[in-house]
Protein backbone atom coordinates (compact mmCIF):
# COMPACT_ATOMS: atom_id res chain seq x y z
CA UNK A 1 0.00 0.00 0.00
CA UNK A 2 1.19 3.35 -1.14
CA UNK A 3 0.90 6.71 0.85
CA UNK A 4 2.71 10.18 0.92
CA UNK A 5 4.49 13.13 1.96
CA UNK A 6 2.72 15.89 1.98
CA UNK A 7 4.67 19.46 1.52
CA UNK A 8 2.21 22.44 1.94
CA UNK A 9 1.47 24.98 4.50
CA UNK A 10 -1.95 25.56 6.30
CA UNK A 11 -4.22 26.88 3.15
CA UNK A 12 -2.47 25.63 0.62
CA UNK A 13 -3.95 23.08 -1.60
CA UNK A 14 -2.00 19.39 -1.17
CA UNK A 15 -2.49 18.75 -4.65
CA UNK A 16 -0.79 21.94 -6.27
CA UNK A 17 2.01 21.40 -4.01
CA UNK A 18 4.87 19.06 -3.53
CA UNK A 19 4.40 15.31 -2.81
CA UNK A 20 6.43 12.27 -2.10
CA UNK A 21 4.87 8.72 -2.85
CA UNK A 22 5.74 6.23 -0.76
CA UNK A 23 4.97 2.86 0.40
CA UNK A 24 3.31 3.26 4.19
CA UNK A 25 6.95 1.21 5.43
CA UNK A 26 8.57 3.69 4.40
CA UNK A 27 6.45 6.64 5.32
CA UNK A 28 6.40 4.91 8.87
CA UNK A 29 10.15 4.89 8.54
CA UNK A 30 10.22 8.55 7.99
CA UNK A 31 8.36 9.35 11.46
CA UNK A 32 10.59 7.04 12.91
CA UNK A 33 13.88 8.97 12.29
CA UNK A 34 12.08 12.09 12.82
CA UNK A 35 10.74 11.17 16.37
CA UNK A 36 14.25 9.96 17.17
CA UNK A 37 16.27 12.70 15.78
CA UNK A 38 14.22 15.97 16.50
CA UNK A 39 15.03 17.65 19.82
CA UNK A 40 11.55 19.10 20.69
CA UNK A 41 10.20 16.02 22.57
CA UNK A 42 6.75 17.03 22.20
CA UNK A 43 7.08 17.25 18.23
CA UNK A 44 8.51 13.12 18.85
CA UNK A 45 5.79 12.24 20.23
CA UNK A 46 3.34 13.26 17.68
CA UNK A 47 5.00 11.23 15.48
CA UNK A 48 4.85 8.21 17.14
CA UNK A 49 1.34 8.41 18.23
CA UNK A 50 -1.24 6.76 16.65
CA UNK A 51 -2.24 8.56 13.52
CA UNK A 52 -2.91 8.60 9.37
CA UNK A 53 -0.49 6.96 7.44
CA UNK A 54 0.64 9.61 5.49
CA UNK A 55 2.74 12.63 6.69
CA UNK A 56 1.16 16.29 5.99
CA UNK A 57 3.64 19.20 6.62
CA UNK A 58 0.25 21.53 7.38
CA UNK A 59 -0.30 19.50 10.94
CA UNK A 60 2.16 21.39 12.31
CA UNK A 61 3.37 24.95 12.94
CA UNK A 62 6.40 26.68 11.68
CA UNK A 63 9.24 26.05 14.23
CA UNK A 64 8.13 22.57 14.15
CA UNK A 65 8.65 22.75 10.54
CA UNK A 66 11.69 23.58 10.33
CA UNK A 67 13.20 21.00 12.81
CA UNK A 68 11.70 18.66 10.50
CA UNK A 69 13.23 20.14 7.89
CA UNK A 70 16.77 19.96 9.18
CA UNK A 71 16.46 16.83 9.92
CA UNK A 72 15.64 15.35 6.51
CA UNK A 73 17.91 18.16 5.19
CA UNK A 74 21.40 16.83 7.35
CA UNK A 75 20.32 13.57 8.82
CA UNK A 76 17.70 11.53 6.87
CA UNK A 77 20.41 10.45 3.78
CA UNK A 78 22.76 8.80 6.05
CA UNK A 79 20.01 7.35 8.33
CA UNK A 80 18.69 5.50 4.85
CA UNK A 81 22.54 4.50 4.32
CA UNK A 82 22.64 2.69 7.59
CA UNK A 83 18.70 1.47 7.73
CA UNK A 84 19.05 0.01 3.99
CA UNK A 85 22.92 -0.77 3.28
CA UNK A 86 22.69 -2.96 0.61
CA UNK A 87 19.15 -1.31 -1.07
CA UNK A 88 20.36 1.43 -3.23
CA UNK A 89 17.22 1.66 -4.74
CA UNK A 90 15.79 2.72 -0.92
CA UNK A 91 18.24 4.93 -0.89
CA UNK A 92 17.74 6.82 -3.99
CA UNK A 93 14.45 6.97 -3.23
CA UNK A 94 15.00 8.58 0.55
CA UNK A 95 17.58 11.33 -1.74
CA UNK A 96 14.67 12.53 -3.86
CA UNK A 97 12.68 13.26 -0.88
CA UNK A 98 15.79 14.75 0.84
CA UNK A 99 16.23 16.89 -2.83
CA UNK A 100 12.34 17.39 -2.61
CA UNK A 101 12.18 19.11 0.85
CA UNK A 102 14.92 21.06 0.66
CA UNK A 103 14.04 22.94 -2.87
CA UNK A 104 10.25 23.59 -1.32
CA UNK A 105 11.58 24.55 2.15
CA UNK A 106 14.42 27.14 0.76
CA UNK A 107 11.31 28.75 -1.07
CA UNK A 108 9.74 29.24 2.37
CA UNK A 109 12.25 30.47 4.61
CA UNK A 110 12.74 26.99 6.43
CA UNK A 111 16.55 26.11 4.89
CA UNK A 112 19.25 28.38 4.69
CA UNK A 113 20.57 25.85 2.36
CA UNK A 114 23.63 23.12 2.66
CA UNK A 115 26.72 25.44 3.17
CA UNK A 116 24.74 26.09 6.28
CA UNK A 117 24.41 23.11 8.36
CA UNK A 118 23.19 24.66 12.13
CA UNK A 119 21.53 23.53 14.41
CA UNK A 120 23.00 20.31 14.35
CA UNK A 121 21.54 17.82 16.10
CA UNK A 122 23.43 14.74 17.22
CA UNK A 123 21.08 12.62 19.83
CA UNK A 124 24.15 10.78 21.43
CA UNK A 125 26.60 10.15 24.02
CA UNK A 126 29.79 11.37 23.30
CA UNK A 127 33.39 11.69 25.67
CA UNK A 128 36.57 13.16 24.88
CA UNK A 129 38.63 10.87 22.43
CA UNK A 130 41.71 13.52 22.00
CA UNK A 131 42.56 17.29 23.55
CA UNK A 132 45.83 18.76 22.31
CA UNK A 133 46.30 21.82 23.83
CA UNK A 134 49.22 22.57 22.06
CA UNK A 135 47.73 22.50 18.68
CA UNK A 136 44.30 24.36 20.44
CA UNK A 137 42.09 21.12 19.31
CA UNK A 138 39.91 18.71 21.10
CA UNK A 139 37.64 15.90 19.33
CA UNK A 140 34.53 14.55 21.21
CA UNK A 141 34.14 11.05 20.17
CA UNK A 142 30.87 8.82 19.91
CA UNK A 143 31.63 5.30 19.33
CA UNK A 144 29.07 2.29 17.82
CA UNK A 145 26.61 0.86 19.75
CA UNK A 146 24.61 -2.55 18.96
CA UNK A 147 21.65 0.38 17.95
CA UNK A 148 24.23 2.77 16.12
CA UNK A 149 26.74 0.70 13.34
CA UNK A 150 28.19 4.11 12.69
CA UNK A 151 31.05 6.48 15.45
CA UNK A 152 30.44 10.38 15.45
CA UNK A 153 33.48 12.51 15.98
CA UNK A 154 33.20 16.08 16.69
CA UNK A 155 36.23 18.23 16.05
CA UNK A 156 37.27 21.52 17.26
CA UNK A 157 39.95 23.16 15.52
CA UNK A 158 41.79 26.49 17.23
CA UNK A 159 40.10 26.57 20.55
CA UNK A 160 40.57 29.57 22.24
CA UNK A 161 37.66 28.54 25.20
CA UNK A 162 35.39 26.29 26.52
CA UNK A 163 32.68 25.71 28.71
CA UNK A 164 31.55 22.01 27.93
CA UNK A 165 28.46 20.07 29.40
CA UNK A 166 29.40 17.83 32.29
CA UNK A 167 27.65 15.11 30.41
CA UNK A 168 27.47 15.04 26.54
CA UNK A 169 24.15 13.16 25.36
CA UNK A 170 21.52 14.68 23.02
CA UNK A 171 23.81 16.85 21.94
CA UNK A 172 23.56 19.89 19.28
CA UNK A 173 25.78 21.91 17.60
CA UNK A 174 25.49 26.01 16.65
CA UNK A 175 27.10 29.30 15.64
CA UNK A 176 27.77 31.76 18.16
CA UNK A 177 30.02 35.01 18.33
CA UNK A 178 33.62 33.60 18.12
CA UNK A 179 33.02 29.87 17.60
CA UNK A 180 30.17 27.70 18.24
CA UNK A 181 27.77 26.29 20.92
CA UNK A 182 27.81 23.05 21.89
CA UNK A 183 24.65 22.41 24.63
CA UNK A 184 22.55 19.27 25.76
CA UNK A 185 18.97 19.75 26.45
CA UNK A 186 20.26 20.39 30.75
CA UNK A 187 22.94 22.62 29.36
CA UNK A 188 21.84 25.40 27.44
CA UNK A 189 24.85 27.35 27.52
CA UNK A 190 27.86 25.20 26.50
CA UNK A 191 29.90 26.60 23.87
CA UNK A 192 33.27 26.18 22.22
CA UNK A 193 35.49 29.19 20.93
CA UNK A 194 37.31 27.89 18.13
CA UNK A 195 38.10 28.71 14.51
CA UNK A 196 36.81 25.83 12.86
CA UNK A 197 34.46 22.50 13.24
CA UNK A 198 34.24 19.36 11.78
CA UNK A 199 31.86 16.43 11.90
CA UNK A 200 32.23 12.80 10.74
CA UNK A 201 30.66 9.81 10.76
CA UNK A 202 30.98 6.39 9.36
CA UNK A 203 31.00 2.87 9.89
CA UNK A 204 34.81 1.82 8.99
CA UNK A 205 35.66 -0.80 11.68
CA UNK A 206 38.73 -1.72 9.64
CA UNK A 207 41.09 1.55 8.68
CA UNK A 208 43.86 -0.96 7.20
CA UNK A 209 41.40 -2.99 5.36
CA UNK A 210 39.30 0.06 4.06
CA UNK A 211 38.58 -0.33 0.33
CA UNK A 212 39.31 3.01 -1.06
CA UNK A 213 37.85 2.05 -4.50
CA UNK A 214 34.61 1.24 -3.16
CA UNK A 215 33.82 3.91 -0.59
CA UNK A 216 30.42 3.95 -1.70
CA UNK A 217 29.46 0.81 0.15
CA UNK A 218 30.58 2.60 3.95
CA UNK A 219 28.64 4.68 5.79
CA UNK A 220 30.56 8.09 5.55
CA UNK A 221 29.20 11.66 6.06
CA UNK A 222 31.59 14.68 6.30
CA UNK A 223 30.88 18.49 7.47
CA UNK A 224 33.72 20.75 7.77
CA UNK A 225 32.88 24.47 8.88
CA UNK A 226 35.44 26.79 8.87
CA UNK A 227 33.87 29.98 11.05
CA UNK A 228 36.05 32.50 8.91
Known amino acids: MSSYVFLNRPGEDPEWTFS ?4 VGMIDWVK ?7 PSQDLAAKFLAPGPDWLAFNAFDDDEVREMVLVIGQRLDIEARKRFPDQQDVRAHVDEL ?3 VLGWAGGRG ?3 GVHDPFPLWVPRDFVVLWHHEDERAICFHSPRTPDEPTEVLLIFEGVGEMRVPPRLSRVA ?5 GGYSLTTPDFPDGYVLAEGF ?6 IADWEAFD ?8 MKIVT ?4
Do not use: Q, T
Request: hydrophobic share 45%.
Open 212 to 219: ALNYEKYV
Open 173 to 177: VGLVD
Open 98 to 100: VEL
Open 198 to 203: EYREND
Open 225 to 228: HPLS
Open 110 to 112: FWD
Open 20 to 23: WNAS
Open 32 to 38: EVLARLV
